[in-house]
Structures are given as C-alpha cells and as structure tokens.
C-alpha cells in the first residue's frame, strides 16, 4: 500500500511561485523509490497532463508546456516529492496530482499510473 498526500496548493498572481509537497507513505519493505514517480494536473474541461516525473534511475521528464518554469525533486528515496512551480501564468490554474507507478519508466498516461494523491489546488490569477 502506498498512500500519497500533497500539499502546498493555494492561490497566487500571475508570476507569483508555489511549491507542492507530496509525502510518500509506504511500507519500508516495498520497492516504490526505484519506481516512476511524478505530477499529473487536470483543468476543468481538460485531460489529465502530465507535468514532471522521475524516474526509477533518477532521471527528469518535463512537459513541454513547464520546462524552464517548474522543477521536480525528491528526498530520502522519495519519501517527499516536490514540484516548485515559478513563473506562474494561467494555463497552469488546476488540480495538481502526485502519482506513482509500477513501472521504473516513467509514461504520459494516467491509466499507468497505480496510486494518486487527493490532488491540491492550484490558481494563478491576474
């Protein structure tokens, strides 16, 4: 079992920052660290995107969309997975996901992915 919670969410002005915290809560046993891990967000009307991610091997994957503006980190073999978020602009206005799969790679597809957090709010006004 593997129980993600996010936080950090809230609102803020265009151009403004946030950082999203995602506790990874799971049995020591289990092997979850070496496995993908990384951020989904859905606007209203919209599909799932997927934002960043890592990799089982520790390497990063970015949406096109949020290169240069968010970066993706982890800490203690991914007990906290965390996405600071600059540059903030209205496109990025959603529910925000911490997800892992069961896979060392990391996918765009939501259905890849096993476990979600409840989701934290993002909204970037002007």
């Known amino acids: 079992h593997v129980q993600l919670v996010e936080s950090g969410g809230g609102s803020v002005q265009a151009g403004g920052s946030l950082r999203l915290s995602c506790e990874v809560r799971r049995a020591a046993y289990n092997r979850y660290n070496e496995y993908c891990m990384g951020w989904f967000r859905q606007a209203p009307g919209k599909e799932r995107e997927g934002v960043a991610f890592?990799?089982?091997?520790?390497?990063?994957k970015y949406a096109g969309s949020v290169e240069g503006r968010f970066t993706i980190s982890e800490i203690n073999a991914k007990e906290f997975l965390y996405l600071q978020m600059s540059s903030l602009k209205g496109d990025d206005t959603a529910m925000y996901y911490c997800?892992?799969?069961?896979?060392?790679?990391?996918?765009?597809?939501?259905?890849?992915?096993?476990?979600w957090g409840q989701g934290t709010q993002v909204t970037v006004s002007s």
């Open positions: 997800v892992a799969a069961r896979t060392t790679w990391c996918t765009t597809r939501p259905a890849d992915y096993t476990y």
């Open positions: 890592i990799e089982g091997n520790g390497k990063i």
